[in-house]
């Protein structure tokens, strides 16, 4: 399933979180978003989204007593799309971002999505009224994932460019806080390739100190092993 979205193949990545979603007997509620993720950059129209988003609440399991953060994450997403016209932005790009495929991926594939990014950057700026009520969210999802990728493919200036530009409306965000830390996470990493280590050490503090601001936000946990061995990594 993984590689075919690495290879930008979405329908056939879709195909696989439907077997999945039908055979595995863990996190349906995961398979189910990840299909509609997958199958919205393949064909945003197909009537299966929103029967899959509809059903996606209905497997939440429950460990221990508590809900898994990657499921509140599925659920989090599914509800919006059912709420904005039935509409995510760049879902699948999101995802390979979140579970750190883009890295991975064959170059002539990271070029490709830094066209499908810049083209919906240009949807942003240019469709009115816009598919959802928040597309500032969407724009600074745009610019984190454009500036991860560009800063991959060697930009590291341009990289760092987009981000600074992103995180001047970080206060605009209205839905997806955990966007605001993982870009200052980025920045820092891109700082740290740079050696300003000390404005590095900034953003890595402030994106570890993020649930403060917000009590709590998307993938925390996740986000929170990467900024402790980055901090780790740091001369003293």
Request: glycine letters at 2%; hydrophobic letters at 40%.
């Amino acid at each position: 399933m993984w590689g075919h979205a690495m290879l930008l193949e979405w329908d056939t990545a879709a195909s696989f979180a439907m077997q999945l979603f039908n055979e595995s007997k863990w996190s349906r509620t995961l398979f189910a978003y990840l299909y509609v993720a997958f199958k919205s950059m393949a064909d945003p129209n197909d009537a299966s989204l929103v029967e899959m988003s509809q059903r996606c609440p209905k497997y939440q399991l429950k460990i221990g007593g508590k809900h898994l953060h990657i499921e509140k994450f599925a659920i989090r997403k599914c509800r919006s799309f059912l709420k904005n016209n039935n509409y995510l932005c760049l879902p699948g790009i999101e995802l390979l971002y979140v579970w750190r495929y883009i890295r991975l991926m064959d170059v002539n594939c990271k070029k490709k999505l830094v066209e499908q990014i810049e083209a919906a950057l240009e949807e942003i700026a240019t469709v009115k009224p816009y598919y959802t009520d928040h597309p500032i969210d969407d724009w600074f999802l745009c610019n984190l994932l454009l500036a991860v990728i560009v800063a991959d493919l060697g930009d590291v200036e341009h990289g760092l460019s987009l981000l600074r530009t992103a995180l001047q409306s970080e206060d605009n965000i209205q839905v997806d806080h955990y966007y605001i830390a993982y870009a200052h996470f980025e920045i820092g990493v891109l700082y740290s390739k740079t050696q300003q280590y000390e404005q590095a050490k900034a953003h890595f503090r402030y994106a570890k100190d993020f649930s403060n601001k917000v009590k709590s936000y998307s993938l925390e946990n996740r986000l929170l092993f990467r900024i402790h061995s980055a901090l780790s990594s740091l001369p003293k």
